[in-house]
């Protein structure tokens, strides 16, 4: 029987949580669907206002990447996410990611080049930085986003360069985000949903 998620907006912190929630447990029977309930409330948000500034605490929603490898990345991620959110300076328009310190040693292995990793806490440090403006979205041109633009010299080029995050405010301090990735033939796909959290 062909089943789908539930696509009203409600208005309330809460109560799109769990639309967000819903839409993640249903991806695991029909991802395409998810994503599409996703970028529903994705189009609902507006830009966020004020700016973001400091430490958000960050959660992956959902992730459609290539058949085989996104089953894998998901069961990982169960496992093991070491990403943990994002930092942003407002006045600089600019921020960077936030890991888990036992990821570091694995982090240097996938980017043996990269040099731009900076200490934070004892638990975690901060990498891939990037650079923030308001603009269309890649495929919601008709709505303005927060664009989180990777592509800066200091990140590794064949991959990290090649993502572009677009943020939306969906609830007072709840954001929902979507990862973009350029692949080589020059396609841009969407490729996850995140959620950020003011810390």
């Not at 927060?146 to 939306?168: M, S």
């Amino acid at each position: 029987m062909h089943t789908q998620v539930e696509f009203r907006i409600a208005p309330e912190k809460a109560a799109i949580q769990d639309q967000i929630y819903a839409a993640q447990s249903f991806a695991k029977r029909n991802r395409r669907e998810a994503f599409d309930a996703l970028n529903l409330i994705f189009r609902a948000g507006v830009p966020p206002a004020p700016p973001l500034d400091g430490r958000y605490r960050g959660e992956l929603i959902a992730l459609d990447v290539a058949p085989g490898l996104t089953q894998f990345a998901e069961t990982m991620a169960g496992r093991w996410m070491p990403w943990q959110g994002k930092t942003f300076d407002a006045a600089r328009g600019t921020g960077d990611n936030l890991f888990t310190r036992d990821s570091l040693a694995l982090a240097h292995v996938y980017w043996p080049l990269y040099r731009a990793y900076v200490d934070d806490t004892p638990q975690t440090y901060r990498a891939f930085a990037f650079r923030t403006y308001l603009g269309p979205g890649k495929s919601d041109p008709d709505r303005t986003v927060l664009k989180i633009d990777y592509d800066l010299a200091a990140n590794p080029k064949a991959t990290i360069r090649r993502v572009l995050d677009e943020l939306v405010q969906i609830a007072g301090d709840l954001y929902l985000g979507k990862a973009h990735l350029h692949w080589w033939w020059g396609r841009w796909q969407t490729v996850a949903y995140f959620t950020l959290n003011k810390k």
